[in-house]
């Protein structure tokens, strides 16, 4: 067991950094260190903002013997190159999604990790609510009896401006994908959470409105290792864009839950747990992508940093993470073949 504060770093101070700079601040055993980014002015303010060390590179961030654990906030592209220099550093590490963008990267991130026996865990807030854990937890007990069918559901809106913002967002090199890769990739990773490993895919990924390198509209067709069927559409080019929906079906019962509420709880012979919170949700991040809360970040640093002090795995590591990024890469190369890709 570790008996101290972990120090945290940042690397990349952009949106989501305010996410993972405020989670920190709210848990008892992490200490905010400090942060870097390429652009001096933003680092600067940023430190100010949180009363941080500003480092003038990542290099002199990594060389912090009071960083411990780094946050990797940069553009999805450059996710793999700089996880391996944090690995390499000896540092734990904390990334955003998608942990990559090809599999070869997700792999050399994960021998990157073994060879220098660090942690990593690859953010994915969702699985942390209470929604996605209740549902979780049905499927364990086996309450739904056999799955039969698990469908996501993703229909966004993001403005042309959304994707001009930034000067990375919707390139292939940098982004990796569009309404998968970026914004489906949330749900796309709860769907495999809860309904098992995926088997095939069959699939289409389309530019239909915005002008964009990458996808801003999918639609495939799934089979699970258990049997069981499903769809994953994603778009992020309806208006004026709705809910994300998460709808498991088994043969005794089914759960839908919509961003991160319970909407139906059905089981055969069953009650409804008198505790479970049903109800429509807030809209989340549906047409804005900065419209969510900082709990699911605070509490999955926190399991990190538990994973850290007491030696165990965090619930969404490497191997976790790449989960995800494998099923969208399929749903990519059917589209391009035209033909089911087996995973
Ligand atoms: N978990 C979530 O819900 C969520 C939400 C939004 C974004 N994200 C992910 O977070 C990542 C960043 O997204 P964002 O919206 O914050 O982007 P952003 O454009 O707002 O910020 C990226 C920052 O990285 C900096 N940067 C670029 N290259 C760098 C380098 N080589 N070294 C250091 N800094 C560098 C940029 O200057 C910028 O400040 C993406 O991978 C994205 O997919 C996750």
Not at 145 to 167: A, H, N, Q, T, W
Request: hydrophobic content about 40%.
């Amino acid at each position: 067991m570790i008996d101290k504060k972990l120090g945290f770093g940042i690397i990349g101070c952009g949106m989501i950094a305010n996410w993972h700079a405020d989670a920190i601040k709210q848990i008892d055993r992490a200490q905010l260190i400090g942060v870097t980014d390429i652009n001096d002015a933003a680092r600067e303010a940023f430190s100010k903002k949180y009363g941080i060390k500003s480092f003038e590179s990542m290099e002199a961030l990594l060389a912090s013997p009071e960083v411990d654990v780094v946050c990797v906030c940069t553009p999805s592209g450059l996710h793999a190159p700089i996880a391996i220099k944090v690995a390499n550093a000896g540092k734990h590490i904390i990334i955003e999604k998608p942990m990559a963008i090809t599999t070869q990267e997700c792999d050399d991130i994960i021998k990157a990790c073994e060879t220098n026996k660090v942690k990593m865990a690859v953010i994915s807030q969702l699985r942390f609510t209470d929604a996605i854990q209740r549902l979780k937890d049905a499927v364990n007990k086996n309450l739904l009896g056999r799955l039969i069918m698990g469908d996501i559901y993703m229909k966004y809106y993001r403005s042309p401006e959304y994707y001009k913002s930034g000067g990375w967002k919707g390139t292939k090199k940098m982004d990796g994908g569009g309404a998968l890769m970026n914004q489906g990739i949330h749900g796309i990773d709860l769907l495999q959470y809860v309904m098992g490993p995926v088997k095939t895919v069959f699939g289409h990924a389309k530019t239909l409105s915005r002008n964009i390198e990458v996808e801003d509209t999918a639609s495939a067709l799934l089979e699970f290792e258990n049997g069981a069927l499903g769809v994953i559409q994603g778009t992020t080019s309806i208006y004026p864009g709705y809910s994300r929906r998460l709808e498991v079906n088994g043969d005794k019962g089914s759960i839908i839950v919509e961003e991160d509420t319970i909407l139906s709880w059905d089981i055969e012979g069953q009650e409804r747990p008198k505790d479970l919170n049903i109800g429509r949700s807030a809209a989340g991040s549906a047409s804005n992508p900065a419209a969510f809360s900082v709990d699911g970040h605070i509490k999955q640093i926190s399991d990190m940093v538990d994973a850290i002090i007491y030696d165990r795995k965090p619930l969404v590591d490497q191997y976790e993470g790449k989960k995800p990024v494998e099923i969208i890469l399929a749903i990519y190369e059917s589209s391009q073949t035209g033909k089911i890709v087996r995973l």
